[in-house]
């Protein structure tokens, strides 16, 4: 268990509908970042946050946004859904110290849209 | 922006042998060079990562070494096991300041390990 937490861990929706993913980063953590992971694709990078601004962006959608709040725990929403965004979604978190970042990785939240 | 590419993408070795795998990253300020595993349907999980100041780094059966100036790191598992067999992925850091770096993944290795 990383200490990094996801919710919900599974999602069934149909194209055109909105959703929102949550992620609870590990205590201390003050760096969330958020992964889409396609069927037979890699981990890309879609958005990071730092203590509650953000900080990197990815190849995020524009359909696509985040937000991470005063207690940390950040938020994913995907509206407009389409088939191709079915995939597992990771959070990660990080301390952000100067100069290195190692990421724990939360369960995921596996996305499916009808 | 970084850019990691990893090789290869499948890898099959019988129960036993060693295995590697090899990434390159374009940007020379990457300082930082984690490897993930990830199980079918898991998270991914650091198994090993190295530091731009060391060359080569070894836990057990696993070994990572880099190499700065050719802009490449490698992962080597030696005496792999069935439990083995996952997708490992390299990753490449790039700091940007106390607050903000990103980290850029290869596109990923399916390893499997026959026994």
Redesign the interface.
Known sequence: DSGVTQTPKHLITATGQRVTLRCSPRSGDLSVYWYQQSLDQGLQFLIQYYNGEERAKGNILERFSAQQFPDLHSELNLSSLELGDSALYFCASSPQVAGFNEQFFGPGTRLTVL | GENVEQHPSTLSVQEGDSAVIKCTYSDSAS??F?W?KQELG?????II?I?SNVGEKKDQRIAVTLNKTAKHFSLHITETQPEDSAVY?CAA?R??????????????TILTVHP
């Open positions: 300082n930082y984690p993930y898991k998270r991914p999980q650091l990562d530091r992925f850091y700091p940007g300041g106390t607050s903000y770096g990103k980290l850029t993944f290869g596109q990923g």
